[in-house]
């Protein structure tokens, strides 16, 4: 057998995945009847359906021809999502303007191009811009400032 | 309809209050903005914009994301126009002629035929929604459970066999949104489902982070992928206002155009997208005489331009009345519903008229503003135009996690973003289109409790989805549908159509 549509094949496998994946987890809730269904009979039926789906879609794949699947660009994809984690992370203790920083520079080391002053620039608009507009305009309730900054910033006005 | 003078008298008060003005003014503006920008559309700005909402009087927050679904799709045609690019999705067909023409030096009556042609599509289509909205809505105060489940199977059917790409993927997307869906307390018994013991999962997966994540987020990856090339043809654009033997020309195209507009919109599934794309194929079927078409024939950008704002108007219909969203955008606007502490449905009408009829006033005055807004802007917008991607991805980076943060004021729901995102990813990789597990993912839990409550009063027999006439008929619709696009020669021309663009 061989595979002649890659991306089938593998959406396939995805969705099969997914959906053996809800039923056996599901199998911890109570099943109900279907007068009165529990927790477990809705996502059993939809698992159900969509790993036959999955299967018809990976049957597919050995009959029809179809485009290889792209390639996977791993350098964006890991600096972003690396940046957005450290944001998350360290959100709290150290607040959005070291935060911005970070997702920031790491987020543009994952374009084509990275121009430090460029990217320096775009950091201090986008700051001034936030810390303006969603903190004092907006009142959203983001962490700005470092904790063990957090008098000095509450004094000169930037703090929450 | 006796009742429509008032009504629209009541909406024009609520639209035209300043607070209301300044907020739609900001929200086509905005719109405009992220659909001139290629690489940002309106799913991921309305998600952004969400947790802001927040903070905003009901009203003019919906005014406000309603301004900019329709602003962007003005924006879109001055990209498509200017730079061979679909600034929005939508505008991607009037790239065809619409680049052509600005190639030929006719990028002026280009841009002017197309926010003409949108004013005029937008101006029906608002009489469009005043006009059908209410009798929809009474039909629907009728709907019990059955009817409900009935209309959301139809509606998730409508959706996969009009959006683009494999029907059965499309499909799975859809199956896959509705588990997703499922993950956190069961309303019925208290079961915290697919919570692995995370209390932050026991609350649900917030609807933003998901949407944020495959269309914020997963987007910039993809659009990383490849180098950017862009060559802004900035030449002279000469005037904007087509010559008077031009509109003449062009009449009976923006005419198709914003009928078959409003009523794709209207479809569950519809929307602008499908609307563009429909509007030029059948202008190049129904246009007399056809030659030019592909080599910047006017009417290949009046024609999509004004279906696909009537398109992006109507489209609001079915959310409205039935509270049941037909695209993306729509879904998020259910999204901002529920931040309100609204339940969106058929009672919004009755319940809340200004809110109701404040959003369909604004939607004309919105289309007055983007008109006297854009023609003098013009220029504006094309500077805009040479913002590289570079500069512009990092904000949407740090807007998205800053949005996505702010909705539960948890560094979880980041975290969530960033596994969506890289589903989002390989979704993107495999060929498997985002919307439909996005309008699975928002009607999960209502399917089951419709599903449940009609099997509860049925004494648990699955036949009453047949016996009942309105159900019945959701249903028929919905099997014929699946039906008609699985038949070899509408499969093969299905293709075709998006092919062509």
Request: glycine share 12%.
């Amino acid at each position: 057998m061989k595979i002649k549509a890659p991306k089938d094949f593998w959406a396939g496998l995805m969705f099969i995945a997914f959906g053996v994946g809800f039923m056996i987890v599901a199998r911890n809730y109570a099943m109900g009847t279907a007068v009165r269904m529990g927790p477990a009979y809705f996502p059993t039926v939809l698992g159900g359906i969509l790993a036959l789906i999955g299967l018809a879609i990976f049957a597919k794949s050995f009959a029809t021809n179809g485009p290889p699947v792209p390639r996977f660009v791993l350098r964006p994809m890991t600096l972003i999502i690396v940046a957005i984690v450290l944001f998350g992370v360290f959100l709290k203790p150290l607040g959005l303007i070291v935060c911005a920083a970070i997702l920031i520079g790491l987020g543009a080391l994952g374009g084509h191009e990275f121009k430090s002053k460029e990217v320096a620039i775009l950091y201090a608009a986008l700051v001034v811009f936030s810390v303006a507009v969603f903190v004092k305009g907006l009142g959203l309730p983001i962490p700005t400032c470092p904790l063990f900054l957090d008098d000095t910033c509450r004094r000169i006005g930037i703090g929450m | 309809m006796e009742g429509l003078l008032p009504n629209l008298a009541l909406g024009f008060g609520v639209a035209l209050t300043p607070l209301n003005l300044l907020y739609c003014f900001g929200g086509v503006l905005l719109g405009t903005l992220i659909g001139v920008l290629p690489g940002i559309g309106p799913v991921a700005t309305i998600a952004m914009l969400l947790p802001v909402t927040f903070t905003l009087p009901p009203v003019s927050a919906l005014i406000m994301l309603a301004g900019i679904y329709y602003g962007a799709q003005y924006g879109g045609s001055t990209t498509a126009i200017l730079v061979n690019l679909p600034g929005e999705s939508a505008s991607v067909v009037t790239a065809l002629d619409g680049y052509k023409m600005a190639r030929q030096g006719r990028a002026g009556p280009a841009l002017g035929i197309a926010a003409i042609g949108s004013f005029f599509a937008g101006c029906v289509a608002t009489v469009v929604i005043a006009l059908f909205a209410p009798p929809l809505a009474e039909v629907a105060l009728k709907f019990g459970p059955t009817e409900y489940f009935s209309l959301m199977v139809l509606g998730l059917i409508a959706a996969t066999v009009l959006a683009h790409g494999s029907l059965i993927k499309a499909i799975a997307m859809v199956l896959l949104g509705l588990l997703l869906g499922l993950i956190g307390t069961d309303v019925n018994s208290g079961v915290a489902r697919y919570s692995f013991g995370i209390s932050e999962l026991s609350d649900g997966i917030g609807f933003v982070t998901v949407a944020m994540g495959m269309f914020g987020i997963a987007e910039i990856v993809a659009n990383l992928d490849h180098k950017e090339k862009r060559a802004v043809f900035v030449a002279k654009i000469g005037s904007l206002l087509p010559s008077r033997k031009e509109l003449i020309y062009c009449i009976p195209s923006v005419l198709r155009g914003t009928v078959l507009g409003s009523a794709l919109g209207i479809l569950p599934g519809g929307g602008a997208l499908l609307a563009s794309f429909a509007a030029y194929t059948l202008e190049k079927k129904a246009a007399k005489p056809p030659r030019n078409f592909g080599n910047g024939d006017i009417r290949g950008v009046a024609a999509p331009e004004s279906a696909n704002n009537a398109g992006a108007q109507t489209s609001f219909i079915p959310l409205l009345t039935l509270g049941i969203p037909s695209n993306p955008v729509m879904a998020l606007m259910i999204g901002a519903m529920m931040i309100q502490g609204i339940a969106p449905g058929p009672q919004v009408m009755t319940e809340r008229p200004q809110l109701f009829w404040g959003m369909i006033a604004s939607m004309w005055v919105g289309n007055l503003m983007l008109v006297v807004l854009n023609l003098p802007l013009i220029g504006m917008w094309i500077k805009l135009l040479t913002v590289p991607y570079r500069m512009l991805y990092p904000a949407i980076l740090l807007f998205c996690c800053i949005g996505v943060y702010s909705v539960n004021n948890t560094s979880f729901d980041i975290y969530m973003m960033c596994i969506f995102a890289v589903l989002g990813y390989v979704c993107v990789k495999l060929e498997c289109e985002p919307a439909p597990l996005i309008l699975g993912f928002i009607l999960g839990p209502m399917m089951e409790e419709n599903l449940r409550r009609a099997m509860l009063l049925s004494r648990g027999d699955p036949s009453v989805f047949f016996t009942k006439p309105i159900s019945a008929v959701l249903l028929g619709i919905a099997l014929i549908l699946l039906l008609i696009v699985m038949a070899p020669s509408v499969k093969k021309k299905r293709e075709e159509a998006f092919l062509e663009a």
